[in-house]
């Protein structure tokens, strides 16, 4: 490592805040709203002078400091991606730093003769640690964006199975659509929480919306149902359409032990509730 070098490396360590400044004032007016309205104006600063730091410390000594660099791109990932602040805008924070770096040390690389070759050297170190550092960012975002769409996608899924209270203690729990493995499971959390905390006695579970029963939909129809008797609740299954009971008999699903009813509105008529189904 030559004294070129290292007195790079001190000069980006010692001019740290300043350029971390100079590197937010470059920033996009919506960036810097954002930050303010968000409240992370400070933390990001905070992050991006000891990042700064990290990259001087890279080039003037042979301390490894990717790992540092990493701990404070995750700080500044995680702090954008929840304060409104796109991806886009988040790199266009990041990437003018080797210019403000070497527009701001131009004149002392003037006085101490600093070579090319010591300006390239100094680059071959830090770029391919920014490079990490927007990797890092663009991979915060993608993780951030998966966990929204899962949240979205979980409350869709709950949406598709409602469970309706008609009385203080029967409530109706209506399927449509497909149940897979990962429905089966949304379905038996959503019965037995609802059924628990609203002190249901009944639950009519309407599948007059499912279109295939097989084996693998009976079972877990029937899982719901036991767990639901543990907790007290009795079940009563409605909406078995003919093809489906047709269905059930040729694989040999057995409902004999289970209360069934044709239809919803029949069920709700033979406990005295007329008419309720025109309004769910």
Same mark, same amino acid.
């Given at each position: 490592?030559?004294? $070129?070098?290292?007195? =790079?490396?001190?000069?980006?360590?010692?001019?740290?805040?300043?350029?971390? *400044?100079?590197?937010?004032?470059?920033?996009?007016?919506?960036?810097? $709203?954002?930050?303010? @309205?968000?409240?992370?104006?400070?933390?990001?600063?905070?992050?991006?002078? &000891?990042? %700064?730091?990290?990259?001087?410390?890279?080039?003037?000594?042979?301390?490894?400091?990717?790992? @540092?660099?990493?701990? $404070?791109?995750?700080?500044?990932?995680?702090?954008?991606?929840?304060?409104?602040?796109?991806?886009?805008?988040?790199?266009?924070?990041?990437?003018?730093?080797?210019?403000?770096?070497?527009?701001?040390?131009?004149?002392?690389?003037?006085?101490?003769?600093?070579?090319?070759?010591?300006?390239?050297?100094?680059?071959?170190? !830090?770029?391919?640690?920014?490079?990490?550092? =927007?990797?890092?960012?663009? +991979?915060?975002?993608?993780?951030?964006?998966?966990?929204?769409?899962?949240?979205?996608?979980?409350?869709? &899924?709950?949406?598709?199975?409602?469970? %309706?209270?008609?009385?203080?203690?029967?409530? !109706?729990?209506?399927?449509?659509?497909?149940?897979?493995? @990962?429905?089966?499971?949304?379905?038996?959390?959503?019965?037995?929480?609802?059924?628990?905390?609203?002190?249901?006695?009944?639950?009519?579970?309407?599948?007059?919306?499912?279109?295939?029963?097989?084996?693998?939909?009976?079972?877990?129809?029937?899982?719901?149902?036991?767990?639901?008797?543990?907790?007290?609740?009795?079940?009563?299954?409605?909406?078995?359409?003919?093809?489906?009971?047709?269905?059930?008999? *040729?694989?040999?699903?057995?409902?004999?032990?289970?209360?069934?009813?044709?239809?919803?509105? $029949?069920?709700?008529? &033979?406990?005295?509730? +007329?008419?309720?189904?025109?309004? %769910?």
């Amino acid at each position: 490592m030559t004294k $070129q070098l290292v007195f =790079i490396g001190e000069q980006i360590s010692k001019e740290k805040k300043q350029l971390a *400044k100079e590197l937010f004032n470059l920033t996009s007016s919506e960036y810097k $709203q954002k930050s303010k @309205r968000y409240k992370i104006e400070k933390e990001l600063l905070n992050h991006t002078t &000891e990042l %700064i730091q990290y990259l001087g410390d890279s080039v003037s000594t042979n301390v490894q400091v990717t790992k @540092r660099i990493e701990i $404070q791109a995750t700080y500044i990932g995680e702090l954008t991606t929840k304060s409104d602040i796109s991806l886009k805008e988040a790199i266009q924070f990041i990437s003018p730093i080797r210019n403000i770096i070497w527009t701001t040390f131009e004149k002392e690389i003037e006085e101490h003769k600093i070579s090319r070759l010591d300006i390239l050297s100094s680059n071959k170190i !830090i770029d391919p640690l920014i490079d990490e550092v =927007i990797y890092i960012l663009i +991979k915060i975002y993608e993780e951030n964006n998966k966990e929204i769409v899962e949240v979205a996608y979980r409350a869709l &899924e709950e949406l598709s199975v409602p469970v %309706i209270p008609i009385t203080e203690d029967i409530g !109706i729990m209506s399927i449509i659509g497909e149940i897979d493995t @990962r429905r089966s499971a949304l379905i038996m959390e959503t019965a037995l929480n609802k059924s628990s905390s609203l002190k249901f006695k009944v639950l009519f579970l309407d599948i007059s919306g499912v279109e295939i029963i097989d084996t693998m939909v009976a079972d877990n129809l029937f899982n719901v149902i036991y767990a639901l008797k543990l907790l007290g609740v009795k079940t009563v299954i409605t909406g078995i359409r003919p093809e489906i009971a047709q269905t059930t008999v *040729k694989l040999g699903i057995d409902f004999k032990t289970i209360d069934t009813k044709s239809t919803l509105a $029949q069920a709700l008529k &033979e406990i005295g509730i +007329k008419d309720i189904s025109k309004d %769910i």
